[in-house]
């Protein structure tokens, strides 16, 4: 697959300093795609779309210092995760017969999956309706299980903004549900 990316690439320059980048970060964005889907088909896709994008936006990514560069890498990986996560989940809606079969002893599990599948389509969708600053805090405290002062490393900011943006984010994602859930 190294070769498919590399061809994609003018030149010889750029080639060796991508296979380096691919080489360097290929198990991180694996980890991030993996955690995402929870598959490692769907994470190997996420991860070659990411690859995709990035071979052809090279020239201005190899511009990124170290820092931004990473950043951009989980971005990206995170997105192709999610919109993989999304094409597979449209392709099985559409395979999944709705008869007769749904009914019975199964039903509430199928009901409980099908609800939970939305909450978290509905969680999803709020925290990307977010500030993107706050959508980060709050996706790499809670899904990457990172502290405030790593998440503050992560994103190059202050400890005390990075515990803010958690805290506001957290606050803005409760008034949504509270907004749009009726119990």
Not at 2 to 19: G, H, N, T
Not at 119 to 141: F, Q, S
């Amino acid at each position: 697959m190294l070769l498919f990316y590399l061809s994609m690439l003018d030149s010889e320059e750029s080639r060796d300093e991508f296979e380096e980048l691919y080489h360097s970060y290929k198990g991180m964005m694996y980890k991030i795609a993996r955690h995402y889907t929870d598959n490692h088909h769907l994470a190997e896709e996420a991860m070659q779309n990411a690859f995709v994008a990035i071979a052809r936006n090279f020239d201005t990514i190899k511009r990124l210092n170290q820092k931004q560069l990473e950043s951009y890498l989980c971005k990206s990986t995170k997105n192709c995760a999610i919109s993989v996560l999304r094409k597979e989940a449209n392709a099985l809606n559409k395979t999944i017969p709705l008869d007769n079969q749904l009914v019975g002893e199964d039903f509430p599990d199928v009901a409980e999956s099908v609800a939970d599948n939305e909450l978290l389509d509905l969680i999803v969708d709020y925290i990307r309706a977010m500030k993107e600053e706050y959508a980060d805090a709050l996706t790499l405290h809670y899904l990457y299980g990172f502290s405030a002062r790593q998440c503050a490393l992560a994103l190059d900011i202050p400890l005390s903004t990075a515990k803010s943006r958690i805290f506001h984010a957290k606050r803005l994602l409760k008034k949504r549900f509270k907004e749009n859930i009726k119990w």
